[in-house]
Structure formats: structure tokens, C-alpha cells
């Protein structure tokens, strides 16, 4: 059964975060999404997802690192430019990345805004110091400061129309201003908001713009006119709004390019986009397909960003938890969906009859739904609060079901659309439902374990076609005094297990009639699975280990010792006889059970390593963590077998050779191949056998053999030195070799180190006696210095 044990598994896929909140823009073409992630911008393909290139300096070290407050692209794509935590601005070339200039920003406080002109000859940034700067990025020069505002701006825009010399702003006291961006003379204030302003819209004419804030209105002002021509209440607080062009068309409406009509598309609160005649006060069109849950409390954010893209007439929804979700403007379909930044990863589970997809229960109400083969996701709504646990079916691949914060558990089901539909709701828990566990042998039944201290166990609805229905809880049971962590079941169905924070783990009857208490660990258990073969179960532990206990008379059979954690996530792999875990360490072990030997480490995670799961031919692992990375890996342990087997079969062709051409004397091929295959000693026996030969031939064949192969018999050579029986041949390739070293032909990776070594082997013994009779009689000298009246011997 050896053959079957696996040895190593390699990442193949790492998905990290690519919007982690902040900024965000749309190229012109539609092609790439500039995402703030961090501390750098990344630029993701929209077609395959990727992420292309990275604008901004890396740093492993946190604390060195030059955060990005807020960035903008120039109006030709060409040009990128970034406002640090340093108060420095940098220009960056948005298709190479490459860093073209650095300049102070001159505010007495961060930048918060930055926005170029339509000539993309000057860009303005507005602080938190209550003044926008105007910089010639020609001379990289301040050629104006605008005052009045107060406080951070949230708004700072050119207008579209170069002729007319304005810039906007908009700061802390809810007042849009206008300069003039030649003089820096304030022009006008335009009051009407009575809280944040979050965007500023010019129209096509240019002689009107819409505002939008958070006091739950649209604003459309007259470009002249301090007062406001007509106040539209949107009955929630906007985030974002953008103009939609002269002509367009959405659900049910079609704008023509004669038709009168500013159309303003606003999001922010409730989650939809809602499409507004502002001409009108009309409200032209509201979604009812919206993926992006609505704000927990009122005030709150639900979408940041609204983002239209004439090119392609697609519109980009952005959303608080860093989803990007794409849609069609004339359906109003979603063509794509973008998670920007995952949070903590709390479990995974692969779905379907070929598992090509998988889902993940991250720090969100939403689950994602993810192909395997592609980042490509779809957000699954149902939970009302963050989603904890994850369990499928074996014998019903298409059916899962989840527990969540919420007090619930829901079971789903994966149409043939790839869409996930729902089936019931169960409602029984009082307090935070922490894991769920399904039935092995058949799709009739499921557990649940909760901080209410309670296992349930629940039926599964008959009927499937019916959605959303009320799930009965068939027995209950208060099993543990502290919270319950884990639940499983035995693959015959018969027995279920129970882990909890008050150190044991107990084992339950279908009926829920306690059979035994697992006792020995010396913190709460986090994990608890059962051998798919052996009468066995097996618990991790705040302890940091691993225990193996008999079902039969609950003794401990064996204990794995090697996480420096929390032992967070257990699984049996192949047919029981190997475990595989992951631990608070952001380590992946894999044991063998016979020998309780580690037989592979990884380190993927830079944290808590919460979740894993493994698929049904053990062929790949799934891991995730409080670092928000999915890391795919694959089982090498076959490829790795055949290239040991072929690098095994080539060292004993490559033995053979050797000896072959030392046989019939081709000591110069003899050589090359030697050192070739690092043989120190081979190479030293062909030296000696040229050397009889005189030292005229041993140069002739050094002269045969490439840098490569010189700077390795350099390095033999150091060995050999130290030792007095071969010092001699060394110093012979010394001497021929030392011309090229001298030249800067040969490179030498320490040269003081091999000058020193390369001395002959007495030489160097007797410089070494010479310091110590010297540091010894200095010694002597220093002692009877500090004792003149001592005997002097």
C-alpha cells in the first residue's frame, strides 16, 4: 500500500487580494480596471481576470512602506499619478509601471484628491488642509493655490471645457466652490448640500453640473448661478453617481440622441442603481437584479463606486465589501463579477459531479462562488450575517449547505446553469451556528453544531423543486458547556462527533445518546474527523497537536506533534493511512499515520490557515486563510517519483561513462563529465593521472574545458587544499588558473576567502603558529607589565 501514500504537494495558483478599497478607475477602452490594493495599484485584465502589472513599490516591510492615499489616470490612459502618506506625488508610466518623477506635494496634510485637466497638461490636488495646488507637470512646478474651503475635500474636478479656465471642489463643509484655474480666484459657491459631497457631473453643454451627497439628494446647478435650479430627493444616502451620454438605452426606456434630459445613474445605500430624469424629478429606472446587499444600519455604505464605460456600455458596480460586478447598461445583466479582496477565508468546499467549481465562506454574508480553473466568481446572497461553516454532499455533489451568524442553516443546491437556488432555511439555533456536517451515505440528513451548545440534527427537504422552505430540526441535544467548534460524521452515518472549547471531543449515536467523552487535550479542540476505513477518530487542538483516539475504548492511540499553533483544519487522505492539516502557524503538514513522521511542510500563508479541502481523487488541496489568499495546490507525488527514477537512471548511465572513458584513458572528456556531475574525487584522480604526463599537458587540458567548468574545479581545488596529501595538484591549478582570475575571466564568489585558501597547505600552518607565539608573548609581556614585583620566570 506504500505506492499509494502521497509525498508533496505544489502550489500551482495563488488568488490574493486586488482591491483592497480606495480608488478605483476604468481605462477608456474598457480593456483594465486600475485597482488601489494595498500599498500599490494593480491593473487587471478584464477579460481574464490577471493582474498585468503593478504600479508602486513593493515592500516586505510594513512599516517602511509609502502608502498610497489616492490616485488618478490621465484622460489619454498614458499617465498615472499617486499621493503618498509621505506627502510625495509620483508619475508613474501606466504601461511599463516605471517611476518617471517625484515631487513634494506642499500641503500641510495629506492629499485626499487629485484630478488632471482635460489637456492632461496639469493636475490639482486638493488636501486635507483645505487647499487645492495646481501643478505643470511640463515643470513639474505649483502654479497656483486656491483658498476658502474647509476641512478634507471630497471633490476636486476640472471643467471638461478648457476655455473656461474653472476647477471645482467640494471639502468638509458641504460647499462646492469654483476658481479660476489661471488667476486662483474663487468664482463662486454654490450651498445646498447639508452634508458630504460625494460627485460632481458636468453635462455635454457644459453649461450645467448634478452634485450628489449624502444628504439624500441630487442638486442640478446652473455653471454660474450659486443657486440651485432644482433639488431631487433620492430617498438615501449617495455614494456615487455618474451622467449617462446623450443617447443610451436600459430596461424599459430608450433615450434618443433629439430627446431632452440629463439622466443621472446614482448608488449608495440600498445596494441598487436607480437611473433619475433630473429635468423631469422622474425616476426612470431601478434595479431588481442587484447582487450588492443593501447597508447594515442607515447612513451606511453598501456600493462606493459607480463606473460607465462608453466603449463597451458597460456600467461597474463597486461595492463595499471590494466586489467589482460588471453589467450590461441595456439588460442590466451581470456579465462579470470581480472580488476584489476576499477578507478571512473561514471554509471552502468543492461542488459538483466533476468538481470544476468550489465555494468559499469568507468574512461576509456572501458566499463565492468560484470556477476552479479561472478566477471568474459569482456572489451567492442568503445569509443576512457573516457565513461561518460549509458542507457538501458525496452521494449529491450539487448540494451543500451552510451555517452562518445569523443563528441559521441554509441547504443549496447547484442548478445546471452553474446558478446556486436556496432550498430551505433553518431557523432553531439561538446563537452563532459554527460548523455543519452532512450524511455520508445518503442526502436525507445533516448536523449542526452552535455557542448555544446544542447539536442538531436536520432533515432535508423531499420536494427539491420547491425553494426557501422552513427546515425541520428532527433531534437536539445540549452536548458540550463551552462553545462546540466542530461536528462530523462517521462514513456509515451511525456515529457523530463533537469538538468543543472545553477540551474534549464526545461521540453521539444517530439518536443523540451519548456513546463516550474523548479526553487528553490540554486547550479547546478545533477540528474533529473520523477514518474513512478505521474505527478511528482524529482531533486537532489549541495545543498545538494532533491526537488519534479508538473508537472502541476511547483510549489515544497517537499524538503528532510538529505545528507551533493552533491545530485549525484536519482531513484523512489516502484511504486513511495519511492526515493532512493546517494550523494558526500558516503551515500545511502532511503525516503518516504508521511512522507519525511529517512527511512535507509548506508554507503558503502569512497567517491563521482557517480553512482546506480536499478533492475526491486527493489530486488537489485547497487552502485559505486570515491572509485572504486561495492557494491551489497539486499532488506531484508521481512526477516527482519519475524524475527521481529518471535522475537515478541518468546518474548510472553518467557513472558508467565516467568509467568507461577513464578506462580507455580520455582523460579530457573524463574531466568535463566529472565535473559535470560534481565528483570531487573523480576530478582529482584525472588532475594526478594528467600531471604524470607533466604540467605543460595538465595546461593543455584546462585549456579544453568552459568558465563554468573552471570556476567548479576552482572550487574543488580550495578542498583539496586543505588537505597536505592533495595540496599539491590544487596549487598547480591555482597557479594555471590564477592569470584568468586576475584578468576578471574567472569569477570567485569570496576572493579574499579563496586567496587565503589557495596559500600552500604549510605556508598557511605556519603563518597561523607565527600569530599564536606572537599573541602568546604579548600575553606574557601585558601580565608581567601589570606585576613588576612579582618573580619573573
Same mark, same amino acid.
Given at each position: 500500500?506504500?505506492?499509494?501514500?502521497?509525498?508533496?504537494?505544489?502550489?500551482?495558483?495563488?488568488?490574493?487580494?486586488?482591491?483592497?478599497?480606495?480608488?478605483?478607475?476604468?481605462?477608456?477602452?474598457?480593456?483594465?480596471?486600475?485597482?488601489?490594493?494595498?500599498? #500599490? /495599484?494593480?491593473?487587471?485584465?478584464?477579460?481574464? $481576470?490577471?493582474?498585468?502589472?503593478?504600479?508602486?513599490?513593493?515592500?516586505?516591510?510594513?512599516?517602511?512602506?509609502?502608502?498610497?492615499?489616492?490616485?488618478?489616470?490621465?484622460?489619454?490612459?498614458?499617465?498615472?499619478?499617486?499621493?503618498?502618506? +509621505?506627502?510625495?506625488?509620483?508619475?508613474?508610466?501606466?504601461?511599463?509601471?516605471?517611476?518617471?518623477?517625484?515631487?513634494?506635494?506642499?500641503?500641510? !496634510?495629506?492629499?485626499?484628491?487629485?484630478?488632471?485637466? *482635460?489637456?492632461? &497638461?496639469?493636475?490639482?490636488?486638493?488636501?486635507?488642509?483645505?487647499?487645492?495646488?495646481?501643478?505643470?507637470?511640463?515643470?513639474?512646478?505649483?502654479?497656483?493655490?486656491?483658498? !476658502?474651503?474647509?476641512?478634507?475635500? &471630497?471633490?476636486?474636478?476640472?471643467?471638461?471645457?478648457?476655455?473656461?479656465?474653472?476647477?471645482?471642489?467640494?471639502?468638509?463643509?458641504?460647499?462646492?466652490?469654483?476658481?479660476?484655474?489661471?488667476?486662483?480666484?474663487?468664482?463662486?459657491?454654490?450651498?445646498?448640500?447639508?452634508?458630504?459631497?460625494?460627485?460632481?457631473?458636468?453635462?455635454?453643454?457644459?453649461?450645467?453640473?448634478?452634485?450628489?451627497?449624502?444628504?439624500?439628494?441630487?442638486?442640478?446647478?446652473?455653471?454660474?448661478?450659486?443657486?440651485?435650479?432644482?433639488?431631487?430627493?433620492?430617498?438615501?444616502?449617495?455614494?456615487?453617481?455618474?451622467?449617462?451620454?446623450?443617447?443610451?438605452?436600459?430596461?424599459?426606456?430608450?433615450?434618443?440622441?433629439?430627446?431632452?434630459? /440629463?439622466? #443621472?445613474?446614482?448608488?449608495?445605500?440600498? !445596494?441598487?442603481?436607480?437611473?433619475?430624469?433630473?429635468?423631469?424629478?422622474? $425616476?426612470? =429606472?431601478?434595479?431588481?437584479?442587484?447582487?450588492?446587499?443593501?447597508?447594515?444600519?442607515?447612513?451606511?455604505?453598501? /456600493?462606493?463606486?459607480?463606473?460607465?464605460?462608453?466603449?463597451?456600455?458597460?456600467?461597474?458596480?463597486?461595492?463595499?465589501?471590494?466586489?467589482? /460586478?460588471?453589467?450590461?447598461?441595456?439588460? =442590466?445583466?451581470?456579465?462579470?463579477?470581480?472580488?476584489?479582496?476576499?477578507?478571512?477565508?473561514?471554509?471552502?468546499?468543492?461542488?459538483?459531479?466533476?468538481?470544476?467549481?468550489?465555494?468559499?465562506?469568507?468574512?461576509?454574508? @456572501?458566499?463565492?462562488?468560484?470556477?476552479?480553473?479561472?478566477?471568474?466568481?459569482?456572489?451567492?446572497?442568503?445569509?443576512?450575517?457573516?457565513?461561518?461553516?460549509?458542507?457538501?454532499?458525496?452521494?449529491?455533489?450539487?448540494?451543500?449547505?451552510?451555517?452562518?451568524?445569523?443563528?441559521?442553516?441554509?441547504?443549496?443546491?447547484?442548478?445546471?446553469?452553474?446558478?446556486?437556488?436556496?432550498?430551505? #432555511?433553518?431557523?432553531?439555533?439561538?446563537?452563532?451556528?459554527?460548523?455543519?456536517?452532512?450524511?455520508?451515505? *445518503?442526502?436525507?440528513?445533516?448536523?449542526?453544531?452552535?455557542?448555544?451548545?446544542?447539536?442538531?440534527?436536520?432533515?432535508?427537504?423531499?420536494?427539491?423543486?420547491?425553494?426557501?422552505?422552513?427546515?425541520?430540526?428532527?433531534?437536539?441535544?445540549?452536548?458540550?458547556?463551552?462553545?462546540?467548534?466542530?461536528?462530523?460524521?462517521?462514513?456509515?452515518?451511525?456515529?457523530?462527533?463533537?469538538?468543543?472549547?472545553?477540551?474534549?471531543?464526545?461521540?453521539?449515536?444517530?439518536?443523540?445518546?451519548?456513546?463516550?467523552?474523548?479526553?487528553?487535550?490540554?486547550?479547546?479542540?478545533?477540528?474533529?474527523?473520523?477514518?474513512?476505513?478505521?474505527?478511528?477518530?482524529?482531533?486537532? *487542538?489549541?495545543?498545538?497537536?494532533?491526537?488519534?483516539?479508538?473508537?472502541?475504548? %476511547?483510549?489515544?492511540?497517537?499524538?503528532?506533534?510538529?505545528?507551533?499553533? +493552533?491545530? $485549525?483544519?484536519?482531513?484523512?487522505? +489516502?484511504?486513511?493511512?495519511?492526515?493532512?492539516?493546517?494550523?494558526?502557524?500558516?503551515?500545511?503538514?502532511?503525516?503518516?499515520?504508521?511512522?507519525?513522521?511529517?512527511?512535507? +511542510?509548506?508554507?503558503?500563508?502569512?497567517?491563521?490557515?482557517?480553512?482546506?479541502?480536499?478533492?475526491?481523487?486527493?489530486?488537489?488541496?485547497?487552502?485559505?486563510?486570515?491572509?485572504?489568499?486561495?492557494?491551489?495546490?497539486?499532488?506531484? &507525488?508521481?512526477?516527482?517519483?519519475?524524475?527521481?527514477?529518471? @535522475?537515478?537512471?541518468?546518474?548510472?548511465?553518467?557513472?558508467?561513462?565516467?568509467?568507461?572513458?577513464?578506462?580507455?584513458?580520455?582523460?579530457?572528456?573524463?574531466?568535463?563529465?566529472? $565535473?559535470?556531475?560534481?565528483?570531487?574525487?573523480?576530478?582529482?584522480?584525472?588532475?594526478?593521472?594528467?600531471?604524470?604526463?607533466?604540467?605543460?599537458?595538465?595546461?593543455?587540458?584546462?585549456?579544453?574545458?568552459?568558465?563554468?567548468?573552471?570556476?567548479?574545479?576552482?572550487?574543488?581545488?580550495?578542498?583539496?587544499?586543505?588537505?597536505?596529501?592533495?595540496?599539491?595538484?590544487?596549487?598547480?591549478?591555482?597557479?594555471?588558473?590564477?592569470?584568468?582570475?586576475?584578468?576578471?575571466?574567472?569569477?570567485?564568489?569570496?576572493?579574499?576567502?579563496?586567496?587565503?585558501? *589557495?596559500?600552500?597547505?604549510?605556508?598557511?600552518?605556519?603563518?597561523?603558529?607565527?600569530?599564536? %607565539?606572537?599573541?602568546?608573548?604579548?600575553?606574557?609581556?601585558?601580565?608581567?607589565?601589570?606585576?613588576?614585583?612579582?618573580?619573573?620566570?
Amino acid at each position: 500500500m506504500a505506492h499509494m501514500l502521497k509525498e508533496l504537494y505544489e502550489k500551482t495558483n495563488e488568488y490574493t487580494a486586488v482591491y483592497t478599497g480606495g480608488d478605483i478607475q476604468w481605462t477608456s477602452d474598457g480593456g483594465q480596471f486600475l485597482c488601489q490594493c494595498e500599498d #500599490v /495599484i494593480k491593473v487587471i485584465d478584464i477579460n481574464t $481576470l490577471s493582474n498585468v502589472l503593478t504600479i508602486g513599490e513593493v515592500n516586505e516591510d510594513k512599516e517602511e512602506t509609502d502608502q498610497i492615499y489616492t490616485f488618478q489616470l490621465s484622460n489619454n490612459n498614458e499617465i498615472v499619478v499617486t499621493a503618498h502618506k +509621505s506627502g510625495l506625488m509620483k508619475l508613474w508610466d501606466k504601461n511599463t509601471g516605471q517611476q518617471k518623477k517625484v515631487w513634494r506635494s506642499g500641503h500641510k !496634510g495629506a492629499v485626499a484628491q487629485l484630478a488632471f485637466d *482635460s489637456t492632461d &497638461t496639469n493636475i490639482a490636488s486638493g488636501g486635507s488642509d483645505g487647499n487645492i495646488r495646481l501643478w505643470d507637470l511640463n515643470h513639474y512646478t505649483c502654479i497656483s493655490s486656491l483658498h !476658502g474651503a474647509m476641512g478634507v475635500f &471630497t471633490i476636486v474636478k476640472y471643467h471638461p471645457d478648457v476655455s473656461k479656465q474653472l476647477i471645482f471642489g467640494a471639502a468638509d463643509d458641504t460647499k462646492i466652490r469654483s476658481w479660476d484655474s489661471k488667476s486662483g480666484k474663487e468664482l463662486q459657491i454654490y450651498s445646498g448640500h447639508f452634508s458630504k459631497v460625494t460627485s460632481l457631473l458636468f453635462t455635454p453643454d457644459g453649461e450645467h453640473m448634478v452634485s450628489s451627497g449624502r444628504d439624500r439628494v441630487l442638486i442640478l446647478w446652473k455653471i454660474n448661478e450659486s443657486k440651485a435650479l432644482k433639488v431631487l430627493p433620492v430617498y438615501e444616502s449617495i455614494e456615487t453617481a455618474i451622467l449617462l451620454p446623450p443617447s443610451f438605452r436600459i430596461p424599459n426606456f430608450k433615450k434618443k440622441l433629439e430627446m431632452d434630459g /440629463i439622466y #443621472v445613474a446614482c448608488a449608495g445605500e440600498k !445596494g441598487v442603481v436607480k437611473v433619475w430624469n433630473m429635468q423631469m424629478s422622474r $425616476l426612470m =429606472f431601478e434595479q431588481n437584479n442587484s447582487l450588492v446587499s443593501p447597508a447594515t444600519e442607515e447612513g451606511g455604505l453598501a /456600493i462606493t463606486h459607480l463606473l460607465f464605460n462608453e466603449a463597451r456600455n458597460m456600467l461597474s458596480v463597486v461595492t463595499v465589501d471590494h466586489n467589482i /460586478i460588471i453589467h450590461d447598461l441595456e439588460t =442590466f445583466n451581470c456579465l462579470k463579477q470581480m472580488i476584489g479582496f476576499t477578507d478571512e477565508i473561514l471554509d471552502i468546499i468543492f461542488i459538483g459531479k466533476d468538481e470544476t467549481h468550489f465555494v468559499v465562506a469568507t468574512n461576509s454574508r @456572501d458566499l463565492k462562488h468560484y470556477e476552479l480553473d479561472n478566477l471568474n466568481c459569482k456572489i451567492v446572497k442568503g445569509h443576512t450575517d457573516i457565513v461561518l461553516s460549509l458542507a457538501n454532499f458525496p452521494t449529491k455533489p450539487d448540494m451543500f449547505v451552510s451555517s452562518g451568524k445569523d443563528n441559521t442553516v441554509r441547504i443549496w443546491i447547484n442548478l445546471s446553469n452553474n446558478e446556486i437556488q436556496c432550498l430551505g #432555511v433553518g431557523y432553531r439555533h439561538t446563537a452563532s451556528v459554527g460548523s455543519v456536517f452532512t450524511a455520508q451515505t *445518503s442526502d436525507k440528513f445533516f448536523v449542526s453544531v452552535s455557542q448555544d451548545n446544542c447539536l442538531k440534527i436536520w432533515d432535508v427537504p423531499k420536494n427539491q423543486d420547491v425553494v426557501d422552505v422552513k427546515l425541520n430540526a428532527t433531534h437536539t441535544e445540549l452536548a458540550h458547556q463551552m462553545d462546540i467548534n466542530c461536528v462530523a460524521v462517521s462514513p456509515n452515518d451511525k456515529i457523530i462527533a463533537t469538538a468543543s472549547q472545553d477540551k474534549t471531543a464526545k461521540l453521539w449515536s444517530e439518536d443523540l445518546i451519548l456513546l463516550g467523552v474523548l479526553k487528553g487535550h490540554r486547550r479547546g479542540i478545533w477540528c474533529v474527523r473520523f477514518s474513512p476505513v478505521d474505527q478511528v477518530v482524529l482531533t486537532s *487542538s489549541a495545543d498545538s497537536s494532533l491526537k488519534l483516539w479508538s473508537i472502541a475504548d %476511547l483510549s489515544c492511540l497517537k499524538t503528532f506533534e510538529g505545528h507551533e499553533s +493552533s491545530v $485549525l483544519k484536519i482531513e484523512f487522505l +489516502s484511504k486513511g493511512q495519511q492526515i493532512i492539516s493546517s494550523g494558526a502557524d500558516g503551515l500545511l503538514k502532511l503525516w503518516n499515520i504508521k511512522t507519525s513522521e511529517c512527511k512535507m +511542510s509548506l508554507d503558503n500563508h502569512d497567517g491563521k490557515v482557517w480553512s482546506l479541502t480536499v478533492n475526491r481523487n486527493e489530486s488537489l488541496i485547497i487552502t485559505g486563510g486570515s491572509d485572504s489568499k486561495l492557494v491551489k495546490l497539486k499532488d506531484v &507525488t508521481v512526477e516527482r517519483r519519475e524524475k527521481l527514477a529518471k @535522475d537515478r537512471e541518468e546518474l548510472i548511465l553518467q557513472e558508467q561513462e565516467l568509467q568507461n572513458l577513464l578506462h580507455d584513458k580520455k582523460l579530457v572528456k573524463a574531466l568535463k563529465l566529472a $565535473l559535470r556531475m560534481e565528483r570531487p574525487l573523480h576530478v582529482l584522480k584525472i588532475i594526478n593521472e594528467v600531471l604524470k604526463h607533466g604540467h605543460n599537458k595538465l595546461f593543455e587540458t584546462l585549456k579544453e574545458i568552459n568558465h563554468t567548468q573552471k570556476e567548479t574545479l576552482l572550487r574543488f581545488a580550495v578542498e583539496w587544499n586543505t588537505n597536505n596529501k592533495n595540496c599539491h595538484a590544487a596549487q598547480i591549478v591555482f597557479n594555471i588558473l590564477t592569470p584568468e582570475i586576475i584578468s576578471g575571466n574567472l569569477k570567485v564568489a569570496n576572493l579574499e576567502s579563496f586567496i587565503e585558501a *589557495s596559500l600552500p597547505y604549510t605556508e598557511r600552518h605556519f603563518e597561523r603558529l607565527t600569530n599564536l %607565539l606572537q599573541d602568546l608573548n604579548f600575553i606574557t609581556y601585558t601580565v608581567n607589565s601589570m606585576q613588576p614585583h612579582a618573580v619573573k620566570h
